[in-house]
């Protein structure tokens, strides 16, 4: 609900309050942003001064309260006494925006751009100077809001914008700024600094959101936790180059603002021109990280990912790309997708390689005919077998890159995105141009034709160099690309789209109003996953990650992990599996179909369930099953016990607490298997080389039935392996190991 009472607006929902007034300079002022409170409260939060402050510039100069720089504002100008940073640049010249008119409306406002949708109300105020008007929307939903600005040319002559964010406010407090930095097969990196007098930017100038920083972030109340304390998040719908900063004034403001980012961006408005800026998204709660990342997980599930696909559960993958590479035929993906189907995998992706000359990345891209050497009877022959072995069939593109050599770039050279100078190769490829109009309808008939013909379920969309687009002819490629994914998805609803881009380097909201899932990484080392999909979980819910189970040694860290821990990871998000079937171990077999049936029993939970990051692990839970991962990173010689913690239960309800059956591999104890065989074994020889691939020592074995409130103070797990012996009822694993626990409500 949106309230407006003399000048005060209020945004509430159950979950909390947002309130502003309109004060006595026509400035729209910033009051409370957090827990739910009475419009009427808004009394308590105003710090208008009466009189100034000290070396302050007044906006009015009878007015002693006007020193606009120490005012927590929603919106700010420049030249008239506020210096802190202003959301708006109008070729170097002062701003002065001052109200004129507020409407609230149902709903949403319909943009230009991708949007939440299915929101509450929506508040629009209006602020005019001479010759611009700038309009400010906040919509609220149940657990986050957006906000968004419009600036319209009202003058008869051009108006050249510089800058213009999404949102700015104010708010009381001191921060600690949490950003997610990065790069590539290393997305998602966490860092957090105290936010102080200087400014803390978090920005991308790729042409993309990119694996640098992603646009969402965290302030929180120093000394948060998971579990308590006050934390904002902050996200915008929005996949190009993007902007955030946050600075604290001596008033003790936090200043944070959001936007694309000003970097070479210049846009000349003509008369009746405006521009539209993509939605920020606020979202607060004093539960800790974790209370903020349910609700940003809510909001994402929600009111983000396309309608068709909230809520709709995932099919389990094989992808064969880590597997195959270029170097496949019709015989071997048909024996790969026989052995998936046989794995428990519900859909068969064909990655890169399918088309022109595309057996290295060097050729190809652009080009849509499909290789007949690989593929004699083409995608049709290939998709149609593929389904009747009873999976669904999905295809990779990369439909925005195209390389020299192909067929594409012979005919069309000026379709490339350019600057004045030598082209500059990524990955030995150039981006197409997508301002332009027979670029994006070349690759909207190219793909749509083929994801008709060829019964396609599942499109994983790539996209694998940085742009050299700058400012706003980056804005306006990115403009293109929506256009051409409207074109091509909103018709296709049912096609599961996976967005793509060198794994996680355009992970924002703004990919996922198109499709609901993202491919996080490159690196599916599940050591490095642990980062990578533990950083997403800030902020996006689990239902959005592509997590693939891999080979190990893994190839891009040539770290060996167990195969169990490989699966406890990708559990925790929509799993798949990528790696070449044809030499699997009967224990590795064995092992895959009890981690898909496992994974299928549990779906819902897994990629909807309520996320918690815990003092050891991850956790999933709707009330009645929780299912909890343990992992371990580097295990000391030692170890002590382990408790595990499971929060938000009933607490005298009893529930049964059961290890999942796990494996371990017998080979891997090398000369040490005399303390775990009763025979005596060569460590080399034949037979423990056999065994190893037929059979695996039971591991971690625990049964218990305990109270809620005794899971909520923490139970203690099987002692890990401490260098006396084995037995199957302690934890015997090596570094990297990790335990999956299934805890159940019983009756
Ligand atoms: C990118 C993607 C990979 C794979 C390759 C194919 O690197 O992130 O998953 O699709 O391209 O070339």
Redesign the pocket.
């Known amino acids: 609900m949106i309230f407006h009472e003399n000048g005060i607006f209020h945004l509430k929902t159950e979950q909390y309050s947002y309130l502003l007034k309109i004060n006595r300079w026509g400035l729209p002022e910033h009051l409370h942003f957090g827990a739910p409170v009475r419009t009427e409260d808004a009394a308590g939060f105003a710090c208008t001064p009466g009189i100034g402050w000290g070396s302050s510039v007044l906006l009015e100069s009878s007015d002693a309260g006007s020193c606009v720089d120490a005012l927590p504002l929603e919106w700010s100008g420049s030249g008239r006494g506020d210096y802190r940073e202003t959301p708006i640049e109008l070729d170097g010249k002062a701003t002065d925006f001052r109200y004129t008119g507020f409407e609230i409306v149902p709903g949403i406002v319909p943009m230009s751009l991708p949007q939440a949708k299915d929101g509450g109300e929506t508040l629009i105020l209006t602020l005019e100077q001479q010759g611009a008007r700038l309009k400010l929307y906040y919509t609220a939903f149940e657990t986050a809001l957006t906000r968004r600005a419009v600036l319209e040319n009202t003058g008869d002559s051009g108006l050249m914008l510089t800058k213009l964010m999404s949102q700015c406010v104010d708010l009381p407090g001191s921060y600690e700024m949490t950003t997610f930095d990065g790069g590539w097969i290393a997305e998602m990196g966490k860092h957090t600094v105290l936010v102080t007098a200087s400014r803390i930017v978090n920005e991308s100038t790729t042409g993309a959101s990119s694996n640098r920083h992603n646009p969402g972030f965290l302030l929180s109340e120093v000394g948060a936790g998971e579990d308590h304390g006050r934390v904002y998040g902050f996200n915008l719908v929005y996949s190009g180059n993007h902007y955030a900063s946050a600075q604290r004034s001596l008033q003790g403001l936090t200043r944070v603002m959001q936007g694309i980012s000003a970097d070479h961006f210049a846009i000349e408005l003509t008369p009746g021109g405006r521009f539209e800026t993509p939605e920020a998204v606020l979202c607060w709660s004093d539960a800790g990280f974790n209370g903020l990342s349910r609700r940003m997980h809510s909001f994402v599930n929600g009111h983000i990912v396309p309608k068709y696909w909230r809520y709709r559960h995932r099919p389990v993958l094989y992808?064969d790309?880590?597997g195959c590479?270029?170097d496949f035929d019709h015989r071997r993906l048909m024996g790969l997708a026989k052995k998936a189907k046989s794995l428990g995998c519900e859909l068969f992706v064909l990655?890169?390689?399918w088309f022109g000359k595309r057996n290295h990345?060097k050729a190809g891209l652009g080009d849509y005919k499909v290789n007949r050497k690989k593929l004699p009877m083409g995608l049709e022959g290939l998709s149609k077998q593929v389904r009747k072995l009873g999976m669904e069939f999905g295809l990779?593109f990369?439909p925005e890159s195209v390389n020299m050599d192909s067929d594409l770039y012979r005919a069309h050279p000026d379709w490339v995105l350019t600057d004045d100078f030598e082209p500059v190769l990524g990955?030995h490829q150039l981006l197409l141009d997508l301002t332009k109009a027979e670029v994006r309808d070349y690759i909207v008939q190219n793909v749509s034709t083929i994801l008709d013909k060829a019964g396609i379920t599942y499109v994983?969309w790539?996209m694998?160099r940085h742009s050299v687009a700058l400012g706003a002819k980056a804005h306006a490629y990115i403009l293109g690309l929506y256009d051409v994914l409207g074109r091509i998805f909103a018709p296709r609803p049912q096609i599961l789209l996976e967005s793509?881009?060198?794994?996680g380097?355009r992970f924002d909201l703004g990919m996922l109003c198109f499709g609901p899932q993202i491919?996080c990484?490159?690196n599916t080392d599940p050591i490095c996953r642990l980062d990578i999909q533990g950083g997403l979980s800030y902020l996006y819910p689990q239902s959005t990650f592509g997590a693939h189970v891999s080979a190990a040694p893994h190839a891009q860290t040539l770290r060996s992990t167990p195969l169990t821990t490989r699966g406890n990871v990708s559990f925790f998000g929509v799993l798949g599996y990528?790696l070449d079937l044809k030499h699997l171990l009967k224990v590795e077999i064995e092992e895959i179909k009890e981690q898909t049936a496992l994974y299928k029993r549990y779906r819902k939970l897994f990629q909807f369930g309520i996320f918690r990051r815990s003092e050891n692990g991850w956790q999933v839970s709707d009330g009645q099953t929780t299912i909890a991962g343990v992992f371990h990173k580097q295990l000391p010689a030692a170890p002590g016990y382990e408790q595990l913690r499971v929060p938000g239960l009933t607490a005298n309800r009893p529930y049964k607490l059961r290890s999942r059956a796990q494996g371990l591999r017998i080979g891997q104890f090398g000369a040490l298997v005399k303390h775990v065989a009763p025979v005596k074994l060569n460590p080399n020889g034949f037979v423990l080389r056999t065994a190893d691939r037929l059979a695996m020592l039971p591991d971690g074995e625990q049964t218990v039935t305990v109270s809620g409130a005794a899971l909520e103070a923490g139970i203690m797990l099987q002692p890990l392996f401490r260098g006396t012996g084995y037995d199957k009822n302690q934890r015997t694993q090596l570094d990297f190991g990790s335990n999956l626990y299934i805890i159940e409500a019983e009756e």
């Open positions: 992808n790309w880590e590479m270029f990655d890169d390689g990345d990779w990369e990955r994983k790539d694998n793509c881009s060198s794994g380097n491919w990484s490159d990528e």
